[in-house]
């Protein structure tokens, strides 16, 4: 295994901010830690790169242990939120400073800068200083800069979080190209989840210093392993249900099926039931069908393309008592259906894409 993180643990007064973590990552891999703010995904990736020393635990590139490797001799290339870009400097000197830093010589130096611009598309912008750039361009600069000492591991810290949506939706993609081209090992802190889901082979959600799941996104999104993922990567209905028997939950009086457990409950221990507001499916007209649930059409909001719905489960008596649960439909599926607030319809929970957990 190329990088390996071994029950690394940092700690601030009496706060845990990584609480022993462990992780393989393989030569060429583009890996995002993904997480709330103060989840612990920047502490890490500050542990890896150096900039801060672990309390316990190793990191090891190849087989050598990193931890008391001081950042400057750990060859890792490293991009800011901020870019740190010089400001006295040409984009040209900016891309060469780490490369004078370790000794090159000038002819290799200038081939080096050259190669890098063109690189990142700017190799007419090299005379400019960062005040002349774009956001996009100084950034671009900046991994530039990283990329040009041939670091083992390039480490991103949230690069694309000051730049406009658009911009950072294109760069992203340029990130992942220019990784891909150059088979570089890549770390990226992001709290993005579209972002973490764009752009990485592999997806590690953190919450209060540990790793909740790692994985290939479409795991992540598709195959929670906790209540704390399903919740924090895109939208998840939750509903209070009861276990039952034989693979089933109750919720209210009906009897659901459901695929995928992550406990083991006792019968009528309470339950959190979990599903995605696009895999729940609407039936006007049709009653009596398995593993549905009676709803009514309590909210409907026009998205463009989609609509989102949101449903009130049980008789539609008592607006407050009920159970919310979301689903979304295509423009086209909504002009078939023809819903409307207050309309009483199945919602149907299909078992395979159910979740139960802990309540």
Not at 50 to 65: F, K, P
Not at 179 to 205: C, K, Y
Request: glycine fraction near 10%; hydrophobic fraction near 40%.
């Amino acid at each position: 295994m190329f990088l390996r993180l071994r029950n690394v643990t940092k700690r601030f007064g009496t706060v845990k901010a990584v609480d022993s973590v462990s992780l393989d990552i393989e030569e060429g891999e583009l890996v995002c830690f993904l997480g709330p703010s103060g989840c612990g995904k920047t502490t890490l990736l500050r542990l890896v790169a150096g900039l801060e020393e672990a309390d316990s635990g190793q990191v090891l590139l190849t087989g050598e242990d990193l931890v008391r490797t001081a950042e400057r001799d750990r060859n890792f290339g490293m991009v800011f939120q901020s870019y740190s870009l010089f400001p006295n400097m040409s984009v040209a000197k900016n891309v060469a400073y780490g490369l004078e830093c370790r000794k090159w010589k000038r002819d290799d130096v200038g081939d080096r800068v050259g190669e890098m611009l063109e690189l990142v598309h700017l190799e007419d912008q090299q005379a400019k200083y960062p005040s002349q750039l774009s956001g996009g361009q100084q950034q671009r600069v900046a991994l530039a800069r990283a990329l040009a000492p041939m670091p083992y591991v390039l480490l991103l810290d949230e690069p694309l979080s000051a730049l406009d949506a658009k911009v950072r939706a294109s760069l992203r993609g340029e990130i992942r190209k220019l990784q891909q081209r150059l088979g570089i090992t890549t770390i990226m802190v992001t709290h993005d989840q579209e972002e973490a889901l764009t752009i990485a082979d592999r997806v590690v959600v953190m919450n209060e210093g540990i790793i909740e799941q790692i994985g290939p996104p479409t795991e992540i999104y598709g195959d929670p392993a906790t209540a704390f993922v399903a919740d924090f990567i895109g939208t998840m209905n939750f509903l209070d249900a009861q276990a039952g028997a034989g693979g089933t939950v109750r919720l209210g009086g009906t009897e659901i099926h459901c695929a995928n457990w992550r406990l083991q409950p006792r019968p009528d221990e309470p339950v959190r039931l979990a599903i995605r507001p696009e895999d729940v499916r609407l039936l006007s007209g049709e009653n009596d069908v398995p593993n549905s649930v009676t709803a009514q059409v309590d909210w409907i909001e026009f998205l463009g393309s989609t609509y989102r719905i949101d449903l009130l489960l049980g008789d539609g008596q008592g607006q407050g008592k009920g159970q919310k649960l979301k689903t979304e439909l295509s423009a086209n599926a909504m002009r078939e259906m023809n819903l409307s607030k207050g309309m009483q319809l199945p919602a149907i929970l299909p078992a395979k894409l159910l979740w139960v957990y802990a309540a």
